[in-house]
């Protein structure tokens, strides 16, 4: 199986800074020019939230700030600006290999 | 409006057997493959398997074949997951969510919690 390691576990960023989370995959996630990395959004008490799909496409209804990058093993989501409202866990998802795997969760506070 | 409504949460004995339903509402049940999902504390998030409707195919995750066992009902737009033989290490919430190709997850239910306790 795939493994993503996310990175940090925790992070505490301003309002209006930029929070970046990283997640680096154990093996490629790439297939045929596309890059199979799905970034989640999960607040407590809540389901996960489709955030960007294909490493940086914006799932629709979702705000300009938040944003995707990366290929190969390498990925990236980032916050900018950050609102009280992003307060939440996020979790990146390869979907290039069976099973699908998810990293271990980022978990962002706002300061 | 799509949705996936789940149904209520379950306070099973070790041993038992669980069945979780995911109600689809909005969209055509059929063509899109229903994805479950568990998440424990300190566990993340794991994939359990999947199921076309409008077919019946399924995948699992080897790490759940034998634990886990997915039906579907067209007629009323429904997908079941059932658990079997449980013990403590099944206590999770289960997730039910919509795949609209290549495991990108869209839609999800709200969840339901299993318990499995004495």
């Known amino acids: 199986d795939i493994v993503l390691t996310q990175s940090p576990a925790s992070l505490a960023v301003s309002l209006g800074q930029r929070a970046t989370i990283s997640c680096k995959a154990s093996?490629?996630?790439?297939?045929?020019?596309?890059?199979?990395m799905n970034w989640y959004q999960q607040k407590p008490g809540q389901p996960p939230k489709l955030l960007i799909y294909a490493a940086s496409n914006l799932e629709s209804g979702i705000p300009a700030r938040f944003s995707g990058s990366g290929s190969g093993t390498d990925f990236t989501l980032n916050i900018h600006p950050v609102e009280e409202e992003d307060a939440a866990t996020y979790y990146c998802q390869q979907s290039n290999e069976d099973p699908p795997t998810f990293g271990g969760g980022t978990k962002l506070e706002i300061k | 409006q799509v949705q996936l409504q789940q149904s209520g949460a379950e306070l099973m004995k070790p041993g038992a057997s669980v069945k979780i339903s995911c109600k689809a509402t909005g969209y055509t049940f059929s063509s899109y493959w229903i994805e479950w999902v568990k998440q424990r504390p300190g566990h993340g998030l794991e994939w359990i398997g999947e199921i076309l409707p409008g077919s019946g195919s399924t995948n699992y995750n080897e790490k759940f074949k034998g634990k886990a066992t997915f039906t579907a009902d067209t007629s009323s737009n429904t997908a079941y997951m059932q658990l079997s033989s449980l013990t403590s290490e099944d206590s999770a919430v289960y997730y039910c969510?919509?795949?609209?190709?290549?495991?990108?997850?869209?839609?999800w239910g709200a969840g339901t919690t299993v318990t499995v306790s004495s």
């Open positions: 093996q490629s996630v790439d297939y045929d020019g596309d890059s199979y």
């Open positions: 969510a919509r795949s609209r190709g290549n495991y990108v997850l869209d839609v």
